[in-house]
């Protein structure tokens, strides 16, 4: 069956470390893959999209991966701030025509 | 500019009910969406358009219906409500990119559904 999983439902860290969220498909081969945050309440705002020839994008503190092999990516955000508490979803254009399909997301909380 | 506006913020609806959610957008964007989202789940694909006269079904259609007579508006109407539709819907446009892929969405606020 076709799928998009992130990797928890909630991850918690200390304010500082690294957080690395992840996003895995199945049966899809999306040409690229797209990153929002949501705050509670608000529509997602989108942060980061990567190409399936791209295999790393970066944005200030934002770092993204896509492995097309894998059919994964990982989604990092260095120095975390409890600011960046949020919760954020993966996006995938399943069939290439605009067709969107949403993880479940990670709700991240940054303690300080 | 706006960006993407959503009327009504909230609503509550009895079972048997329609209504319509309005959604506009200023950046004359070519695609616009339609979501819904359930709590503590991602969003779900209900409608899109990739230009005025044309839409599509997503993931989660039945019960719905579009129209996208102008590049600004994409109207979502809900006959005969149900509680399994009791959401918050998000509206979303986007550009257009090379070959046809689009760019990053751009979400309204939201409007939050009770059907009961």
């Known amino acids: 069956s076709q799928k998009i999983e992130q990797n928890s439902e909630a991850l918690n860290i200390q304010e500082g470390k690294t957080a690395t969220l992840t996003c895995n498909y199945t049966?899809?081969?999306?040409?690229?893959l797209q990153w929002y945050r949501q705050d509670p309440g608000r529509g997602p705002v989108f942060l980061l999209l990567?190409?399936?020839?791209?295999k790393e994008k970066r944005k200030e503190r934002l770092k993204v991966t896509f492995d097309t092999t894998l059919k994964q990516s990982l989604f990092h955000i260095t120095a975390s701030q409890p600011a960046d508490s949020a919760t954020y979803l993966c996006?995938?254009?399943?069939?290439?025509?605009?067709?969107?399909?949403f993880g479940a997301g990670t709700r991240l909380t940054v303690k300080p | 500019n706006a960006g993407v506006t959503q009327t009504p913020k909230f609503r509550i609806l009895k079972i048997g009910q329609s209504m319509t959610l309005q959604c506009t957008q200023d950046?004359?964007?070519?695609?616009m969406y339609w979501y819904r989202q359930d709590p503590g789940m991602g969003l779900k694909l209900i409608y899109y358009?990739?230009?005025?006269?044309?839409?599509d079904k997503g993931e989660v259609p039945n019960g719905y219906n579009v129209s996208r007579s102008t590049t600004e508006d994409f109207p979502l109407r809900l006959e005969l409500a149900a509680p399994s539709q009791t959401s918050v819907y998000f509206c979303?446009?986007?550009?257009?990119?090379?070959?046809?892929?689009?760019?990053?969405?751009?979400f309204g606020p939201g409007t939050r559904l009770t059907v009961t």
């Open positions: 979303a446009s986007s550009t257009t990119g090379l070959a046809g892929t689009s760019y990053e969405q751009y």
């Open positions: 049966n899809y081969s999306p040409a690229y």
């Open positions: 990567i190409r399936e020839n791209e």
């Open positions: 996006a995938l254009d399943i069939a290439n025509n605009n067709d969107m399909r």
């Open positions: 950046m004359n964007h070519n695609y």
């Open positions: 358009s990739v230009g005025a006269g044309i839409t």
